[in-house]
């Protein structure tokens, strides 16, 4: 069980990595890294976040912050939107390249789940299923600042 799921999380890692590939020239793939893929997540999921949020969450300094929104904007992955109300405040969104990114990885992911539910026959089966990925998704969760299993 364990080659086949490590095959099937490394396949799936490939096809994520094909759609970044496809959304990126050559000199952005070298440039982008792992942790510049999270900060798009992160981004995402604080919906038009200020620079304070964002090192809120991400636990580190606002001048970290504006590095790595200024590489992203230079990317053309997030844009900087300067408030109305307080000009010194700038808030962060993706662009349209920045969720096509993150939108073909969801495509993998209801690809995973939309296949899940063909080969199950039953609900029931259905339903173990989901209580497995959700009980690893929670034991995940809790061991998130762990470095060893």
């Known amino acids: 069980m364990e080659e086949d799921f490590a095959k099937l999380v490394n396949l799936l890692w490939e096809k994520c990595i094909s759609n970044l590939n496809n959304n990126l020239e ?7 890294s792992n942790n510049d893929y999270y ?6 999921s ?19 912050v504006t590095a790595l929104v200024n590489k992203l904007s230079a990317m053309g992955m997030v844009k900087k939107i300067q408030s109305e109300t307080d000009r010194r405040v ?6 349209p390249k ?7 990885d969801n495509d993998v992911y209801r690809w995973v789940s939309r296949t899940i539910r063909d080969i199950c ?3 029931d089966t259905m339903c173990i299923i989901q209580s ?3 009980t690893l998704v929670g ?3 809790e061991q998130k600042n762990d470095f060893l299993f």
């Open 121 to 123: 026959k039953d609900e």
């Open 39 to 44: 900060y798009l997540l992160i981004i995402r």
């Open 132 to 134: 497995v990925i959700s």
């Open 26 to 32: 050559e000199d952005e793939q070298s440039n982008f």
């Open 90 to 95: 700038y808030y962060v969104q993706l662009s």
């Open 98 to 104: 920045g969720n096509k990114i993150l939108d073909g």
């Open 139 to 141: 034991r995940l969760e």
């Open 46 to 64: 604080l919906e038009k976040p200020n620079f304070s949020m964002i090192a809120e969450r991400l636990h580190i300094t606002k001048p970290a």
